[in-house]
Nanobody
Framework: QVQLVESGGGLVQAGGSLRLSCAAS????????MGWFRQAPGKEREFVAA???????YYGDSVKGRFTISRDNAKNTVYLQMNSLKPEDTAVYYC??????????????WGQGTQVTVSS
């Protein structure tokens, strides 16, 4: 069982930055692939970024070059550094955990989400 708690969301102006954190419970965090997804009102959930247990990273096309995912296994935490934010980045951001990168989109474990709002 893995429990995920996101934090760090908020209101920011376009061009600004935010760093999201996702704290995970359990002693097996380092073996999990971790991901970030987002969902805006009226839209489908969108893949944002993922990081494998070995540290390989993957990004959605809309955030490449602006967002960076990282993990600190000693702190059981995964981060999403978001720079050059745009109004279209406004969404609820969710953290997810899965046994492998290949299964991250159908992850079994999800956090409750944190709201990110980017004003123009």
């Amino acid at each position: 069982q893995v429990q995920l708690v996101e934090s760090g969301g908020g209101l920011v102006q376009a061009g600004g930055s935010l760093r999201l954190s996702c704290a995970a419970s359990g002693r097996t965090f380092s073996s999990y692939a971790m991901g970030w997804f987002r969902q805006a009102p009226g839209k489908e959930r969108e893949f944002v970024a993922a990081i494998s247990s070995g540290g390989s990273t993957y990004y959605g096309d809309s955030v490449k070059g602006r967002f960076t995912i990282s993990r600190d296994n000693a702190k059981n935490t995964v981060y999403l550094q978001m720079n050059s934010l745009k109004p279209e980045d406004t969404a609820v951001y969710y953290c997810a955990a899965a046994p492998t990168i290949g299964t991250i989109r159908g992850a079994r474990y999800w956090g409750q989400g944190t709201q990110v709002t980017v004003s123009s």
